[in-house]
């Protein structure tokens, strides 16, 4: 009966999630064009304001793991998994000024992604498609890891009576189903769903978790202190070797990597205008007190549920609620904690196609005229590709992983240096990149990551800058101009729109 309920309503909830996604393009579907057609469906037209921008780069940023692996790591080390909240703050201070720039950047220039930032800047196309490329091998395991964390949701909430195959094929049906046809607005509008339901749960679950096992916060809190104190320090938890020195570099470098996500700068291109981006920049950090729910009921189940190892520790959320809850409540915190895998998964997607639309498959000259087509049908190949490997090769995407963000961090000269200092070349930013890339993919895959106590990640980027600066200065300087003879100018960062003063003044102009 229990499994019938909660099955049930999460079957409803899907049928409603595909159904918003699909009502986002109603009165939308024309383009100038299929390079209009290919900014409507990637960066929403460029017209998506404070609310949806907000919702939708929360969406991204508050994936599957705020509900299993924070309160895995909270079961398992305790205190390192606060770099989440510590590099996302940061991160978003850093976009604040970040992204008014790339969004000035690309709507200067009709730019819908970094690869085409990047391809602008140096102008070659053909370094946009190598950047794709990479950043696809980058962002593939993030996909994996959304479709594995709603199978393991799906099956948890449903008790047993979806299994872990269909729970797979479920969120790569359900995403696959809206993004190929809403695109970008269509993920913001399912995000709406998404924070109702996650602010709903989440705060009913920071209440009823301490009420109903430790009868309050005061019991709870002192269990923790005098019974766990070492799950409140660094480095946490068991010989993890997360101490300090490693907390510091890991937020310091995901704070810089986050404003060059290709996901994040999806966000930054939808908006209408920079002040949406400042004012999200102001409000995103708000969203990140939700994450201490899950971290700190993960420590919670450390008294309810002992003895969780290994990938059973990222179910301690879970096992909290289901024997506890009724059905239909355990039913809607797993479909919020599914769209939470979904919305990350949709924009993953919707990247990855819109970097090879653009940049890629623009290369061969039947396609570049159907971007928009092209970039659709990439999207399902990613997300089949994403699915077959989670079903035959589970562990090679899983080894990827490991490498995604400190991996992608390795374009971030190429990226930021790249667009604000016209001296760096080409083969400055290509010789850091690739040192930078082998460093990383060398420590990590020898199990030196922690390197001497820091991210590795740090080294891999300090490398990766000295060689782009040494091989910048000690080469042949570049002519600051495209191939076609059109010099690339420097693009300010738009100033904010003044407010209106108080005589009735006008407000500046805005941009």
Request: hydrophobic residues 50%; proline residues 5%.
């Amino acid at each position: 009966m229990n499994a019938t309920v909660a099955t049930s309503v999460f079957a409803v909830f899907m049928v409603a999630t595909v159904a918003l996604g699909l009502l986002a393009t109603r009165g939308r579907r024309k383009g100038n064009g299929e390079g209009g057609g290919l900014a409507e469906w990637s960066v929403g037209g460029r017209s998506l304001g404070t609310v949806f921008i907000w919702v939708l780069m929360a969406g991204e940023g508050y994936t599957s793991f705020s509900y299993l692996g924070a309160a895995g790591w909270g079961y398992n080390y305790g205190a390192p998994v606060l770099y989440v909240v510590a590099y996302m703050s940061c991160g978003y201070a850093i976009g604040y000024v970040v992204g008014p720039m790339l969004w000035a950047y690309a709507r200067r220039h009709g730019l819908v992604g970094i690869t085409d930032m990047v391809a602008h800047r140096f102008g070659r196309p053909w370094l946009g498609a190598l950047v794709a490329v990479l950043a696809t091998v980058f962002l593939l395991p993030y996909i994996q890891l959304q479709i594995t964390g709603m199978g393991v949701v799906v099956s948890t909430i449903s008790y047993g009576a979806i299994s872990l195959n269909w729970a797979y094929f479920i969120a790569f049906a359900v995403t696959t189903g809206f993004v190929v046809v809403s695109g970008l607005r269509g993920s913001a509008w399912v995000s709406v769903l998404k924070d109702v339901l996650v602010i709903a749960t989440l705060g009913f679950l920071a209440v009823y978790v301490p009420m109903h096992y430790f009868d309050g916060y005061g019991p709870f809190l002192d269990r923790i202190v005098t019974e766990k104190s070492e799950w409140l320090t660094f480095p946490g938890h068991g010989d993890s070797g997360l101490g300090q020195a490693w907390f510091i570099t890991t937020s310091f470098l995901n704070s810089l990597t986050v404003v060059i996500f290709p996901t994040t700068v999806a966000g930054y291109l939808g908006a209408k205008n920079a002040d949406v981006l400042r004012r999200n920049a102001m409000l995103l950090p708000a969203y990140n007190v939700l994450l201490f729910v899950p971290m700190l009921l993960g420590m919670a189940a450390l008294f309810v549920v002992p003895g969780l190892v290994g990938a059973e520790s990222n179910l301690a959320l879970f096992k909290l609620v289901v024997d506890s809850l009724p059905a239909w409540t355990v039913g809607v915190i797993g479909v919020a904690a599914a769209l939470s895998s979904i919305v990350p998964m949709a924009v993953f997607m919707l990247v990855i196609g819109t970097m090879w639309g653009r940049s890629v498959l623009s290369l061969v000259p039947r396609l570049e005229r159907r971007q928009k087509g092209a970039a659709q049908v990439v999207v399902v190949i990613a997300g089949s590709l994403a699915l077959l490997l989670t079903y035959t090769a589970p562990n090679t995407l899983v080894r990827l992983s490991l490498i995604s963000y400190e991996g992608m961090a390795q374009l971030l000269p190429m990226v930021l240096l790249g667009l604000m200092w016209r001296r760096l070349t080409l083969l400055g930013a290509m010789s850091g990149l690739v040192v930078g890339v082998g460093v990383v993919c060398g420590f990590v895959f020898t199990e030196n990551d922690p390197v001497w106590g820091v991210n590795a990640g740090i080294v891999a980027l300090g490398a990766n800058l000295a060689v782009a600066l040494a091989v910048t200065y000690a080469g042949p300087r570049e002519r600051d101009e495209r191939p076609d003879g059109e010099v690339l100018a420097r693009d300010e960062i738009p100033a904010p729109e003044r407010e209106p003063e108080p005589d009735g003044a006008p407000a500046g102009t805005s941009h």
